[in-house]
């Protein structure tokens, strides 16, 4: 009965490959989340969708694409891994319906990305 | 734009002392303000959050937070710590108002509990 799941938890790889982080969430929220957690622990947002709409977007390279099938499920393929690329990724969400909703995020486990 | 400095990047008390961790906050609109815990090898979990109303939040796990609009802090405390309190905690900001819930984090402090 895992509220945020994520595959994989680890992910091992070389530069200049293209992977994919998969995450579902069994909330029935509307908003989801990807945070990128660097070596120092800093945790930065990245994007976020709502109802598969787009609405957070950082200062992100363009190798970083997510996408959102449907609102359960917001997964984010890298393209051309760079070393820097190695952090953790969180998957969160929360039932936010709109701007200034208070609703707390939910965050997964997280995947360890590692760039060789 | 908002930033989160968290003052001490390890803090370090013995079982059933006064737990402190600091939380300073910087936002142009009013904040909405979170502490979450971050247990090893796990993902965030949320202990509480101030949006309105009264400063003084109550959370899980017997912590709690006061938020001082005019110190522009929101530290975190716990009267007494145990063991299974030691992890690293965040400090959270969002302006709420404006944005879907984009929390913007502080560098996080880990806690240790010595015996």
């Known amino acids: 009965d895992t509220a945020v799941s994520q595959t994989p938890k680890y992910l091992v790889t070389q530069m200049g490959n293209d992977k994919s982080i998969k995450c579902e969430q069994n909330l029935g929220h509307d908003t989801m989340y990807w945070y990128k957690q660097d070596s120092k622990k800093f945790l930065k947002i990245m994007f976020s969708y709502n109802n598969k709409e787009l609405i957070i977007n950082e200062t992100v390279p363009n190798r970083f694409s997510p996408k959102s099938p449907d609102k359960a499920h917001l997964n984010l393929h890298i393209n051309s ?3 820097g690329d ?3 990724y969180f998957c969160a969400s929360s039932p936010i319906q709109g701007q200034g909703s208070t609703d ?3 965050f997964g486990p997280g995947t360890r990305l590692t760039v060789l | 734009a908002q930033s989160v400095t968290q003052l001490g990047s390890h803090v370090s008390v013995s079982e059933g002392a006064l737990v402190l961790l600091r939380c300073n906050y910087s936002s142009s609109v009013p904040p909405y303000l979170f502490w979450y815990v971050q247990y090893p ?3 965030l979990q949320l202990l509480l959050k101030y949006t309105t109303g009264a400063t003084l939040v109550k959370g899980i796990n017997g912590f709690e937070a ?3 609009k005019s110190e522009t802090s929101f530290h975190l405390t716990k009267p007494s710590a145990h063991m299974s309190d030691a992890a690293e905690y ?5 302006d709420g108002g404006t944005s879907y819930g984009k929390l913007t984090f502080g560098q996080g402090t880990i806690l240790t509990v010595h015996p």
């Open chain 1, 104 to 106: 707390t995020q939910y």
């Open chain 2, 66 to 68: 006061e938020f001082k």
């Open chain 2, 90 to 94: 965040f400090c959270a900001v969002s």
């Open chain 1, 86 to 88: 190695s952090a953790v």
């Open chain 1, 81 to 83: 891994l760079e070393l």
């Open chain 2, 41 to 43: 090898n796990q993902g």
